[in-house]
């Protein structure tokens, strides 16, 4: 089954682009983001995928706005939605249509260090003001709250001595650079499902 996937992104894009390289039995055919000066646009340009801007903020009304999304991700077929540095909320409404197929990927290992207000540097400072052995990365399902939707695939990296949140920061991409695609292949494969809001993985393809 060739999965068309959705990437919204909000930043530099280096996830979206490790999704795209990646796809094998899925595609990336859709970039949606809020900030028209992304840098994840100009690297949706290199590789030829389309790219759509929309700012919540423009919308009169968040009806309106997931209106207009619903539309869109209907209009371009899309099976699948891939958060990748999304730092907009996805309206309930979509994430009804979508339930079970979108997907987030997170710089920590949740549930801890996830929630309201934890992206970016503040989750590794976080970490590191914890003074914890690992971090790492989480692939989950998105719900209605920040972080909190049924986890699909996780991947540790210690965290070292003299770490700054700008070198875990790196150690922690280069794990979600491999688990995002990994986890959107398990999909494309047929070997997830969900239950009781726990994923199960299929140990062999269903497609
Ligand atoms: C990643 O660390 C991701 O986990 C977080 O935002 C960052 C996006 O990086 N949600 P990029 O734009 O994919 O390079």
């Known amino acids: 089954m060739n999965l068309r996937v959705a990437v919204f ?3 530099g894009g280096s996830n979206f682009q490790a999704l795209a390289e990646n796809a094998l039995t899925y595609s990336v055919t859709l970039v949606v983001c809020n ?3 992304a840098g994840v646009l100009d690297r949706a340009h290199t590789l ?3 790219t759509h ?3 919540p903020r423009a919308f009169e009304s968040e009806k309106l706005y997931s ?3 619903l539309e869109l991700l209907h209009a371009e077929k899309i099976d699948l939605i891939a958060l990748a540095g999304y730092l ?3 309206p309930a409404p979509v994430v009804e249509t979508f339930w079970g197929r979108i997907l987030n990927i997170h710089p920590a290992l949740l549930p801890r260090f996830g929630g309201k207000g934890l992206y970016g540097h503040r989750v590794h400072k ?3 003001e914890a003074k914890e052995a690992f971090s790492g990365a989480t692939v989950h399902f998105v719900d209605e709250e920040y972080d ?3 986890i699909l695939l996780q991947k540790k990296v210690p965290v070292l001595p003299d770490d700054t949140p700008d070198s875990l920061a790196k150690r922690v991409l280069a794990v979600e650079h491999q688990i995002f695609p990994e986890a959107l292949e398990l999909i494309a494969e047929g070997r997830v499902r969900i239950k009781d809001r726990r994923v199960i993985i299929n140990p062999t393809k269903t497609t």
């Open 9 to 11: 992104a909000s930043g």
């Open 35 to 37: 900030r028209s000066k």
């Open 48 to 50: 030829g995928v389309s």
């Open 53 to 55: 801007v929309l700012s």
């Open 67 to 69: 209106n207009v999304l």
């Open 88 to 90: 907009c909320k996805i």
């Open 126 to 128: 976080a970490v590191l």
């Open 148 to 150: 909190t939707g049924p």
